[in-house]
């Protein structure tokens, strides 16, 4: 498959397409800086779930300046408790199929990824960080509080001391610091992260798909287990991979010399 624009029908904030085996989505509202509005996400649920056969990655970018300027204000209009809690239901549910969707999903990170973006952004499985990437979580100022599922993903990489500090301070990360704290584990030039997000989407794509599946649905859930019962879904995970054939073939290609090896990057 080459090249393709997705036929998936989505707002004009988003835009998808498809290079071979990736599906890319843009979000692409950067005169907003990428706000997300609920048109928005909606969106974004709808592209996780409408994933085709044949894709085996998502690259996840933003147009213009910025990766996302988190929650559109403009929408943060009267809401009593209810359709607040509604609301950020609505985030849950489409964060939740990028994170335990079909594909694992790459992020690609430049200028502020703040507020709700780095809500979606911690949904992803890899993050790669232009240099001129910047974190915050402005809530704090704003009166509210993180409704993507931030409370729950953003401390698992970073501890809950630093988002406590990011949301009571208002304080701002680099793409340097969120590099060493663990928000990245890709940190390249300003410019270089769709390449570098696309090299690495492509070479998840041709993993075996039962692999990523372990990884993105197993592991996960795992680290939450105690460990006697963590130990027990590693060992049927692992034999459920061992058995399937993708993975015979590709033991048996290693073995005949055929595989690739491990090579320092
Ligand atoms: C927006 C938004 C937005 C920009 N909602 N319209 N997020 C924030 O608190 C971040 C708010 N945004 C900013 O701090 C800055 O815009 C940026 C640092 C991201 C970028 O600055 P800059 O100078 O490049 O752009 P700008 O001039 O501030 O904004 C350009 C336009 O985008 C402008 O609109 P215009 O009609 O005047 O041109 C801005 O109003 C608009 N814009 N950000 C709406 N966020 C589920 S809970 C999640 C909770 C949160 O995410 S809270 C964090 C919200």
Known sequence: MADARLLIDLPASLRAEQRDKVAILWIARPQKRNALDD??????????????????????????????????????????????????ELWHRAFHQIQFGKVPVVAVLHGAVVGGGLE??????????????????????????????????????????????????????????????????????NGKGFAKGMELAAQIADNAPLTNFA??????????????????????????????????ARLKAFLEKRGPKVTRT
């Not at 909606?42 to 910025?66: C, N, Q, R, W």
């Not at 859930?221 to 054939?245: F, K, N």
């Open 39 to 88: 048109e928005s996400v909606i969106g974004i649920e709808k592209f996780f779930t409408s994933i085709p056969d044949g894709i085996g990655a998502v690259l996840l970018a933003g147009e213009g300046d910025h990766f996302s300027a988190g929650l559109d204000l403009n929408e943060l209009e009267e809401r009593n408790i209810q359709e607040g809690i509604a609301h950020s």
């Open 120 to 189: 979606i952004a911690a949904a992803a499985h890899v993050r790669v960080a232009e240099r001129s990437t910047y974190y915050a979580l402005p809530e704090g100022s704003r009166g509210i509080y993180v409704g993507g599922g931030g409370s729950v993903r953003i401390p698992r990489l970073i501890g809950v001391a630093r988002m406590m500090d990011m949301m009571l301070t208002g304080r701002t990360y680099s793409a340097e610091e969120g590099q060493a704290m663990g928000i990245s584990t890709y940190l390249v030039d």
């Open 215 to 248: 990884v993105m649905h197993a592991l996960p859930r795992i680290a939450e287990m105690d460990p006697q019962a963590g130990h027990t879904v590693e060992a049927l995970m692992c034999s459920i991979a061992q058995a399937d054939g993708e993975a015979k």
